[in-house]
């Protein structure tokens, strides 16, 4: 037995992109052929000498070409090393892992798409699949919040997504600045502008844990049944295969049984939110 | 394979012939405590000890372990560590035996784990009977593990000044066929073996108001209990508890790399659960920060949680997290005062 799931398959960062003053978007060459993910699961990044990190995957399956994205915050060790490295260094990556977002149930469906600032990174591997699928989703609405307007992610895409006519994508920042005139508050002040069709809808949030309350308060608040939600959990992670236990949230494991969780299901956890 | 016996003083020459071809661990003195510890002299073996510091799940998951290499010349490269030594574990209780049938379960399930199955695939298990308690914290009789059918390679029930020897697999019969030498058992010896097992039970107490089997449903309720915010309360957060746990198994990964910075390791070590930056994420969120909530999740790991997962409680009853424990936080207490609470 020589291979562990411990040890990492060494490839090459392809592109860095600088998104904001604390997040870069980093392009990697796929270990072997093609990452072979779902929207919604992670990776383990290794930067060898610092350390490991737990990352969901930013771009989709449908734009995969050999390559993979993770939208990447400055905010560790091991991400601090990243945000140093130059395009053709060398990254460990195990993985894809964890139960991404359930696409096929959301065929036909309306979908709801609320990120708070970094929790777009996971949510845009899924829009950018339902964007290339775009015929096979009703109605697709993006509510984007962030603290402010440099905090803002995929600044490119936004802007796409809000020209579209099939997408209605709404875009708001706690503070504004000089630059800004768009829509000013938080994420929650972003409901009250839209009407849905509950029943027909699927719900999918990301963002700090603080926001979480809110914006579940809002998604009930319109008649979404908890079963329709769907939320990304962070968690600290060391192996990302159900053994470390790090990420565990009372019975579940947030590498295994999430880091996407169904409402329904993660409601009774206290731990969860 | 019927049973056989083998007479204590033919113990000291097998060890020293297993020492030719395996790296032998057994019970062993330390102070006034014991240890599992590779043997370098038979004789201090310690087959009447009590209970020791560590489980002997140190062999199998050793508290540091190297996961993979890697060099930080040009071209980075990493190469998986497979640290490997053929090993005779030898005198382990039905407890810790358990306990690592708890722990091979874990290690083999979903993603099997190179490090730990090759360690375990070259250790041979002797497990021994207990014919009296450790001390007043062992509660092995609540949690079922007071003796074991299954699991070791060799199982040793001590019977006047020999041990009657049932290899219960192929390598434990190729192990005493190679090495040790024994006798079959006669008439005499099994109504010894018989007169011992009958008489260890009325010995050991139970310590729990309740059946074990409730555990799971009992602490399902018990999410709100006030007995977290007394545990809370007491606990130093020192993650001594889940350090002498033989079903323990959490872990930390971290890097380490030379002076000259041209290679380094990837290792692991014993993490532990109370810990305050144990489910801390980069942003700063600490999804435990009470202690109160860490000595919930230890408590419902053992009882609920790892039942949930692999169908087996997380506690044999060994009594060390008791024992070890500087605030005298107890888990036979605390499993008592949640089910008393509820009458």
Same mark, same amino acid.
């Given at each position: ?116 600032? %970094? @929790?777009?990174?996971?949510?845009? +591997?899924? $829009? ?5 699928? =775009?015929?096979?989703? *009703? ?80 998604? %009930? @608040?319109?008649?979404?049944?908890? +079963?329709? $939600? ?5 968690? =600290?992670?060391?192996? *990302? ?33 | ?343």
């Amino acid at each position: 037995m020589e291979k562990s799931i411990y040890t990492p398959d060494m490839t090459r960062v392809i592109d860095i992109e600088e998104l904001t003053s604390l997040e870069k978007l980093f392009t990697i060459k796929s270990p072997n052929g093609e990452l072979g993910h779902e929207p919604g699961q992670f990776v383990m990044v290794s930067v060898l000498g610092v350390g490991e990190a737990p990352i969901s995957i930013s771009s989709s399956p449908s734009r995969s070409n050999g390559h993979f994205e993770l939208c990447v915050r400055q905010v560790g060790n091991v991400t601090n090393a990243l945000h140093a490295m130059q395009p053709g260094a060398k990254v460990g990556i195990r993985g894809p892992f964890g139960t991404g977002f359930p696409i096929e149930k959301m065929r036909g469906k309306d979908l709801l798409f609320a990120p708070g600032g %970094l @929790g777009l990174a996971p949510l845009r +591997s899924l $829009i950018n699949q339902v964007v290339d699928e =775009r015929s096979s989703f *009703g109605r697709v609405i993006i509510l984007y919040g962030t603290k402010g307007p440099s905090d803002l992610l995929f600044r490119d895409e936004l802007d796409e997504w809000v020209a579209r006519d099939d997408i209605e994508c709404l875009i708001t920042v706690d503070r504004g600045d000089e630059t800004w005139d768009g829509h000013v508050g938080v994420i929650t002040t972003l409901f009250p502008e839209i009407t849905i069709n509950p029943r027909n809808t699927i719900a999918i949030t990301c963002g700090p844990p603080i926001m979480y309350r809110f914006v579940l308060m809002e998604l %009930l @608040g319109k008649g979404i049944p908890e +079963s329709q $939600i769907y939320l990304s959990l962070e968690r =600290r992670m060391k192996c *990302g295969v159900g053994k470390c236990g790090h990420c565990q949230i009372e019975s579940l494991y947030c590498c295994q049984d999430g880091p996407v969780f169904n409402y329904a299901k993660i409601k009774g956890f206290e731990e969860a939110l | 394979m019927n049973l056989k016996v083998l007479d204590k003083r033919a113990i000291a020459p097998l060890v020293e012939a297993l020492m030719d071809d395996y790296r032998v661990v057994g019970p062993q003195a330390k102070g006034s405590k014991f240890t599992f510890e590779a043997v370098t002299d038979p004789a201090n073996l310690r087959f009447d000890y009590d209970t020791t510091i560590l489980p002997p799940k140190k062999v199998l998951l050793p508290p540091q372990e190297r996961l993979a290499t890697f060099t930080l010349q040009e071209d980075l490269q990493v190469k998986t560590v497979l640290e490997t030594e053929p090993t005779v574990l030898l005198g382990v209780h039905t407890c810790d035996l358990k306990a690592i049938q708890l722990l091979d379960e874990v290690f083999s399930k979903d993603f099997p784990d190179a490090q730990y199955l090759a360690q375990r695939e070259q250790t041979i298990l002797i497990s021994l009977e207990c014919l009296s308690p450790c001390d007043e914290h062992s509660f092995c009789k609540d949690m079922g593990t007071l003796t074991a059918s299954e699991g070791s390679d060799i199982h040793l029930t001590e019977i006047d000044s020999a041990y009657i020897v049932d290899a219960t697999t192929e390598a434990g019969e190729e192990l005493l066929a190679r090495y040790a030498t024994v006798r079959d058992a006669t008439e005499a010896d099994m109504q010894k073996l018989n007169k011992e097992l009958g008489a260890k039970w009325p010995k050991f107490n139970y310590q729990l108001d309740f059946e074990t089997a409730k555990l799971p449903s009992m602490l399902e309720a018990a999410f709100e209990h006030p007995l977290w915010n007394d545990l809370g309360d007491r606990c130093l957060a020192c993650g001594s508890c889940t350090n002498v746990c033989p079903t323990c198994y959490c872990f930390n990964v971290y890097d380490e790399v030379d002076m000259l910075l041209t290679k380094g390791t990837r290792s692991r070590n014993w993490d532990s659960c109370q810990l305050d930056e144990f489910a801390r994420v980069a942003g700063g969120e600490n999804f435990r920060e009470a202690r109160a909530a860490r000595q919930r999740h230890r408590l419902m790991r053992k009882g609920k949680y790892i039942y949930e997962k692999f169908d087996e409680l997380g506690c044999v009853g060994c009594g060390r997290c008791i024992r070890t424990c500087t605030a005298k936080i107890s888990i036979v207490e605390s499993f008592n005062t949640i089910h008393n609470g509820k009458k």
